[in-house]
């Protein structure tokens, strides 16, 4: 159970699955971003104006191949902008009349002129534009370099040329994800230490009660998620139903967290070989987008993951599960302690602690207290996995010997303390390399790469960096495996082996719409989710899933049309260790449900209304 909290603890650090406060992110952007121009920025920012220069050439000489490219240069011009991130900073701005002038087929050669002023005023207004406006321009380069070796290709070939621009738009799209930000990029926006201080009183007043209801359900019960109601219901009742909703919520979590998994094996496997060695800021970006456009080889790291993982579980929770987690544990808790130690003797180690530790209530106000407040409750909520019934399939292996409220105290410890290592080792890296703490998805791919280039024994630290995200990743995927195979064999009836090997198959068949949505299945469709098949997946996740699926454990436990209160604290109590008070049922009747509800409302409202 550890593991699995560890690794939806490190889930903020790539993304995946918490949620995010939008405006958060863009009010406190453009302090930090003045900041690090003050503390020598402008090697990087000659660097960004370089590469605008040379994105600008080469976007004057596509659209001068395009003249003779015959009918559909409209179109295809489209995609060229595009692939330069030209029309995805700017669409606010450019907006339908750039569409309307594509689409009558006039306006090339002024669109082409236009480049270079509108990457420019990109650079000139990064500190206007959301987030990830900084991490679009930095790719832009990489992309220019790969249409201008395709050049010849371009003017002999109208056809070839279409496909090339639509491949370079699907990788930059695949970049710019939807921001879901960790304990640690949330803690850059909304105060740094009056973050983590608000985070760490969320975890405790809300993801504490209900990670000992999911215990609680499944300890009682004795049974999977799916079967644990039916023994804890009184007759005629429906809450069972949920049952199903939790596998299937388990089945979405793995549909994308597979493939996130891969992306840390296969980081883990090029630094570890040397691959990134080298490289300079545009070569390893390079090998991001190489990697997302890539489906084969997302594909076999996506079924390498899930092979691994349905061998471990195929064992059994002792003599697998257990057995491999521990190890796991001990090897990430180790790796994590040695890289923290290694960030405090890094020149920018005091401002990075400073920053990340000492609270900024004035930083805090510029964000938005009430933004900060409810990022620092998405974050403690989400960084459990509560709501899906992974919590509570580890419930009913848990004996009798310990409380439930003593256990879930014990992981929460747990969480706190791989909250703050990771945090040690990010911020004092990021403020000796005048790296953006508010990163995204770049922040672990591209921009950590390149801090791990520029140390003694770099490629080692990045190889054992890579090494326990990817513990982390796979310990969540077996956790929730464990999950999906004892739903299948109480469902059906069938043996461990059985379950095992049908999911084998049903897993990687549903893995694959992730895969191909950054490449060969990109549509503009899931725009409203952040781009890609992953997104939608996530957004489901985390933003049905696991807060309506907590409600449901916590209403079932709390009210007499349910389990019920008595019920619920007899079973927590059992065993030694912390007790659950009768004090306690008024904030967990009447006032924790508001909050959850809250949290999934202003989920919906964020994603579609804000």
Known sequence: ?????????????????????????????????????????????????????????????????QDGAGDGHGKHGDGLDEALGAE??????????????????????AQAEGIPERLQTVVARKNELEPFAGEREELVAPGGEERADGHTDIHQNNEARRQRAQDGQRRLD????????GAGRLAGQGGGGAFVLFYLVFLVILGL?????????????????????????????????????????????????????????????????????????EQVAGKFTEMLASPGVMTFWMVFVVVLSILVCAKGLQNGLE??????????????????????????????????????????????????????????????SLGIGAMAIFGSYIGKEHSLLGESVRIVVLDTFVAITAGLIIFPACFT??????????????????IFANMALGRLWGTLFFLFMAFA????????????????????????????????????????????GYNLWAWDGFAVFGGAVLDFEDFLVSNLFLPLGSLVYLLFCVTKYGWGWDNYKKEVNIGKGLKMHGWMRGYLTYVLPVIVLFIFAFGIYDKFFA
């Not at 992110?25 to 503390?39: P, R, T």
């Not at 390399?433 to 390149?450: A, E, H």
């Not at 310990?475 to 461990?496: D, H, P, W, Y």
């Open 433 to 450: 390399y005048g790296v953006d703490q508010t990163s995204g998805p770049s922040l672990i791919f591209i921009t950590l790469p390149n």
């Open 473 to 516: 990743a796979l310990s969540t995927v077996l956790a929730v495996f464990e999950n999906i195979i004892c739903c299948g064999m109480e469902l059906t009836g069938c043996s461990r082996r059985k379950s095992s090997l049908v999911n084998l198959v049903l897993i990687i068949a549903l893995s694959m719409p992730c895969v191909l």
């Open 174 to 181: 695949a970049l710019v994800l939807d921001e879901h930000p």
């Open 88 to 109: 995805v900073t700017l669409d606010h701005e450019v907006g339908d009349d750039h569409a309307q002038q594509r689409r009558d087929g006039g306006g090339d050669e």
């Open 1 to 65: 159970v550890g593991a699995h909290v560890v690794g939806g603890l490190l889930d903020g650090l790539v993304d995946l699955p918490q949620r995010r406060d939008a405006r958060a992110g863009a009010g406190g952007q453009g302090a930090h971003d003045e900041d690090d121009d003050q503390d020598g920025g402008g090697a990087v920012d000659a660097l960004k104006d370089a590469r605008v220069e040379d994105a600008a050439r080469e976007a004057t000489d596509v659209a001068d191949a």
């Open 323 to 384: 057995r491999v987690t521990k190890v796991m544990m001990i090897a990430l808790l180790a790796i994590m302690v040695v890289l923290a130690v290694n960030s405090l003797f890094m020149p920018g180690a005091k401002e990075g602690l400073k920053f990340y530790l000492v609270p900024d209530f004035a930083r805090m106000q510029e964000v938005g207290v009430v933004n900060t407040l409810v990022s620092a409750m998405n974050q403690a909520f989400f960084t459990l």
């Open 209 to 281: 009660p209900i990670m000992t209801m999911e215990f609680a359900v499944g300890r009682a019960s004795r049974k999977s998620p799916v079967r644990a109601y039916q023994a804890l219901e009184k007759p005629g009742q429906k809450w069972h139903i949920h049952g199903y909703l939790t596998l299937i919520g388990c089945y979405l979590l793995m549909m994308f967290y597979t493939t996130v998994a891969g992306w840390m094996l296969h980081y883990f496997y090029m630094t570890a070989i040397g691959q990134l060695s080298g490289l300079n800021a």
